[in-house]
């Protein structure tokens, strides 16, 4: 049970389909503020090896942008 509930009163698809955009844009947005604030901003993440330092930073980064969106955000909004 979410905090805030956004009632869409669309159909079964267009609900689905704004969750989804919902969705991506949580993400990317969760992803570009944790990007911002690390030390990845100016590093060519795939220049060298295959399993870098920076790639494992990225790696981790994507791991906690999952666990904020499935763990805070959908904790916080639901749509219907």
Known sequence: ???FTIDSGLDEN???MTQDIFKYVSLF????MLV???SLK???????KLFNEHFISFLLLLV????????VILELI???
């Open 1 to 3: 049970m979410a905090i």
């Open 14 to 16: 267009q609900t689905k």
């Open 29 to 32: 947005i969760i992803f570009h």
């Open 36 to 38: 911002s604030i690390s």
């Open 42 to 48: 100016n590093i060519g993440i795939f220049s060298d």
């Open 64 to 71: 906690v942008t999952f666990m904020t969106y499935y763990l």
């Open 78 to 80: 639901e749509i219907t």
